[in-house]
């Protein structure tokens, strides 16, 4: 049995750079060793932030691999696997798991809008497909369902998933769904701005956007909650409050890419649809990037 949480503290919801049309592998290198060197718990690599809809299946297994092969388990690889459709879901999970990743985020179906009844048994044929641990993702603002904390408390009962990655916004269902936590499931926040609440309320730590531009800050706000200095915790949250805010200016990962353009670390490369940063949002980006001191 694995042993839970899968990680306790922030996972970097990772960038995937681009080159050239081309992931940009030196880089991608480079961001990882930065962010282990800084303290992150765990590793997601081809999440939402890393822009896995504008990859070919291809790219998605070399950019994982790779993250597996450079990390060498110095700490968990969390690969994104999620699809609207579940058969798709569930053959690409079977083959993330030969590349040595020790756990796999599923995002809800977007699109096509299933019912509850239909997330529980989408979440359960990926489950009947792969031993690789699932993360469930909720986050209705992109996908168009909610999944509700009785769908989640059905599919923690019956093995399907070890954690959900809550990203309603909505404090009164991450209440609840924190009520579900056992030896054997975990919540995480999805949202940036809410990661001392969720703490607070039970939950084991944060998948965060955030933390590619200031890892160790993310880090350490955990950390000093989970060795009871939780004021330290809220103040490291409000500290950051400025750069999440830039950071969400635009959809993700727009922002984000910008500002680690910003610190030299990648290429402000994007796949369309997405487009460059609009002016006034990279002004926001660059104050708050200069008020932490790192322009």
């Known amino acids: 049995m694995n042993t839970l949480p899968l990680f306790q503290g922030v996972a970097t919801a990772i ?11 030196e880089a991608f290198g480079r961001l ?17 932030t890393g822009e896995p809809a504008t990859m070919t299946e291809e790219e998605r297994l070399s ?32 083959k993330v798991a030969e590349l040595g990743v020790e756990a796999q985020l599923a995002v809800t179906p977007y699109y096509n809008k299933c019912t509850q009844k239909g997330l529980i048994a989408h979440y359960e044929a990926i489950h009947a497909a792969t031993a ?16 509700l904390p009785a769908t989640v408390r059905a599919l923690r009962d019956s093995g399907a998933i070890v954690a959900v990655k809550e990203a309603s916004g909505d404090i009164r269902q991450i209440s609840e769904l924190c009520t579900l936590t056992t030896e054997r499931f975990c919540v995480y926040s999805g949202d940036d701005p809410l990661v001392y609440s969720v703490l607070t309320l039970g939950g084991k730590g944060v998948i965060s956007v955030a933390a590619n531009v200031v890892p160790d800050g993310f880090a350490r706000l955990c950390e000093a909650y989970f060795t009871g200095r939780p004021d330290e915790s809220l103040a490291l949250q409000r500290k950051y409050q400025a750069l999440v805010a830039a950071l969400f200016s635009e959809v993700n990962p727009i922002p984000v890419k910008y500002a680690l353009a910003r610190l030299g670390q990648i290429e402000n490369e994007l796949r369309l649809p997405l487009t460059p940063i609009e002016p006034a949002d990279a002004e926001k980006v ?3 990037l200069a008020g932490l001191g790192l322009l």
């Open 132 to 147: 690789l641990p699932i993360i469930a993702y909720n986050v209705p603002s992109r996908t168009g369902v909610n999944m």
């Open 63 to 94: 950019v994982i691999g790779f993250a597996v092969e450079r990390v060498a388990h110095r700490v968990p690889v969390i690969a994104g696997t999620g699809s609207n459709c579940t058969a798709a879901a569930a053959a690409f999970s079977r």
């Open 286 to 288: 660059d104050r708050a």
């Open 32 to 48: 990882i060793e930065r962010q282990i060197v800084s303290g992150v718990s765990a590793l997601v690599v081809c999440g939402t």
């Open 15 to 25: 960038v995937t750079p681009f080159r050239n049309g081309g992931v940009d592998y």
